[in-house]
């Protein structure tokens, strides 16, 4: 879904007999969202932010940032699971997000080397879970290898199932997956795909 | 699986605000209503049975809402004449598009539901029927005389453009969210 499009459209005639603009339906959800937070209604609150990298979508729950998505993901898809895997409950509420907007700003700006955010990792489980957890762990600018992460954690022979998690990883970016490479060097997977991996290694170098 | 409900709002929140203003003219009390039919939603929608007609629940829905605030409304008695200095919290109500709401307020109460049930908010001629007490033969020809009306008053009069600008209406015939007096919903 284009987050910003409105069915203002009919198929009937009704759209130019009766007209109703862009301007007072974002008016109209705007309150919507203030009062749904207000209520507590909202289970996700997600928004969209521009990037160096491309637009990508933030979502929250009471708990946390849930969810870091790339576009190349669709963000009808991911919001989609979010619903599946959360609660049905999911509106676009920018103001929630603000300053989780705000660390990504200054972190693409090369100004923040470290994200000061509560996470909710509960869209995954067990091992990949686990491996997650610890990617914070690596410094900014550094990177260590599948092999490496596997150790860290305490499973060296599970190298592979170190790349399968960090290639979930459903907080990119904030959760810096792109920290792990192959142990030839290779940049393995990205969920935002190698070009935005390569992206933000280069940047780190750079800051 | 259900849909996150923002796919929702998208979706249907148009058409629900034409219903609501349909309902209530074209002022505060119209996005009132709006706010209270998705708030509604939002709290039930985990629980609501999948594969149900989302948009004819809304607009049921809306139909509740907009008697709670006519009822409001009547209770607060405010003389006619005070209600009708009062201005929209929100500026400018209807737009540019104002007169089209007047002119859907002042349309007979019969056509005025049916257009607002049937020809905005999606409902069959039979639903529609239900939810005013009316028969469906009656509600088909209700909505075709009042689309007919306005029509006649406004698209077929000047150039569209110019007919629905809320600057070339009459002054005083109508006020931003008029209800037609002792109306039904």
Sequence with gaps: MNPTHWSVRDASDSDALFPVTEAEMAKLHDRLAESAVEQALVDVAYRTVDSPIGPMLLAVTEKGLVRVAFENEGFDAVLEQLSARISPRVLEVPRRLDRVAQELDEYFAGSRRSFDIPLDYRLSGGFRQLVQRHLPQIEYGQTLTYKQVAELVGRPTAVRAVGTACATNPLPVVVPCHRVLRTDGGLGGYLGGLEAKSALLLLEKAA | ?185
């Design chain 2, 1 to 185: 699986m259900k849909e996150p409900f923002e796919q929702v709002v998208r979706r249907h929140g148009a058409s629900v605000f034409r219903v609501c203003r349909a309902l209530l003219g074209a002022g505060a009390d119209a996005e009132d209503a709006w706010s209270e039919v998705f708030l509604a939603a939002l709290r039930s929608w985990p629980e609501l049975p999948e594969g149900m007609n989302v948009e004819a629940w809304l607009v049921t829905v809306a139909k509740r809402k907009a008697i709670d605030i006519i009822r409001a409304r009547d209770r607060r008695a405010v003389p006619a004449a005070e209600l009708r200095e009062g201005h929209s919290p929100h500026g400018n109500p209807g737009g540019e598009h104002l007169g089209l709401w007047q002119a859907v307020a002042a349309l007979p109460e019969r056509q005025r539901l049916a257009l607002a049930y049937h020809y905005l908010g999606g409902l069959r001629h039979t639903e529609t029927a239900q939810l005013i007490g009316s028969t469906p033969d009656a509600v088909r020809r209700a909505a075709a005389d009042g689309l007919k009306t306005l029509r006649r008053s406004y698209h077929d009069r000047e150039s569209p453009a110019e007919a629905l600008r809320a600057d070339d209406m009459p002054a005083g015939r109508f006020d931003a969210g008029e209800r037609p007096e002792g109306a039904q919903i």
